[in-house]
């Protein structure tokens, strides 16, 4: 158990003193005046919210068995760009029945689980780029919108004009903002793809800021992705390549290293259940019942005082 005051804790103890000190000469001049016990049992009702509440600044909270908890400090969060070939390709089912897009959706969301605490960003391509989703540490929102990636809609060329290498440039000015923005973190880049394999133009090149990236992995889907391409986006890139011909669970799949955590600063806090809320009630609850006596008061001397002007 431990206290959290919202004043000064001095204060506090010195409030509690007078609130004790006054009931106690208050009971000292009842015995002596000999008055009606009513008066004793509302001043001391009042006394007794007052101390509740003196009780309930002082923020009781009473500790779990695990006092502390690790939190990734702010500006160490890393940032994970997601880069996720959305074209006709990733709907082929060629893994173990299931389509390209369906595991690496489930790729997606073993990479979240992984790091709960970092940002995220998603960038979408076939043969141009889109930002799906801008860097941030909003996973309770990202995940959904991870669960309704699929290809984009296939036309009569679709295919042939992918360019594996569409979101290099999205990329490059996101690595450039994100190492601005957040200069102690480390940055991670997954790509998601099968390596525009149908494709009939030469694949642009990867040309992110250096020493920007600092770990990841190129994930290639299929039996039939083009890995040539694909290692040649991971060298760019500079992680390692992993190969995806079924739909093994992620984990068993990545290299050592691909997906370590990164090195960040945390904090030690306290958590535990807060208590202020049982005193507030109960103070709430006695000046509630002060205030009911005091109307009923009221209307008892109102009429008394119509009855004697009649």
Do not use: C
């Not at 804790?9 to 016990?37: D, K, P």
């Amino acid at each position: 158990m431990t206290l959290h005051p919202v004043l000064p804790a001095l204060l506090l103890v010195a409030m509690a003193v007078l609130l004790i000190v006054a009931q106690i000469l208050t009971l000292r001049r009842w015995r002596a005046s000999g008055r009606n016990r009513t008066a004793l049992w509302r001043w001391l009702l009042i006394s007794a919210a007052a101390l509740l509440l003196v009780l309930a600044a002082s923020r009781v909270v009473i500790l779990a068995d695990d006092e502390s908890t690790t939190r990734s400090a702010g500006d160490l969060e890393p940032s994970v760009f997601l880069v996720v070939d959305r074209s006709p390709d990733m709907a082929v089912r060629d893994l173990d029945g299931r389509a390209r897009m369906d595991v690496a959706r489930d790729d997606l969301e073993v990479l979240v689980d992984r790091y709960p605490r970092v940002r995220f960003a998603v960038i979408g391509f076939a043969s141009a780029p889109s930002l799906d989703w801008p860097l941030s540490a909003d996973t309770w929102s990202l995940r959904p919108v991870l669960d309704t990636l699929v290809p984009y809609a296939s036309g009569p060329d679709t295919a042939t004009q992918t360019n594996a290498g569409a979101a290099g440039t999205v990329l490059r000015y996101q690595l450039i903002s994100a190492v601005q923005q957040y200069p102690r973190a480390k940055t991670l880049v997954f790509y998601l793809g099968a390596g525009a394999p149908e494709s009939e133009l030469p694949p642009r090149e990867f040309a992110p800021p250096a020493g920007s990236v600092d770990g990841g992995a190129v994930l290639g889907y299929g039996t039939s992705a083009d890995e040539a391409t694909l290692r040649g986006v991971a060298d760019q890139l500079g992680v390692p390549y992993v190969a995806r011909p079924d739909a093994a669970p992620l984990s068993a799949e990545l290299p050592d290293g691909a997906t370590d955590a990164p090195t960040t600063a945390v904090a030690s806090i306290e958590t535990g259940t807060e208590t202020y809320w049982l005193p507030a009630v109960g103070a709430a609850i006695l000046i509630l019942i002060e205030l009911y006596l005091v109307l009923r008061d009221l209307r008892r001397n109102r009429v008394v005082s119509v009855e004697m002007a009649t």
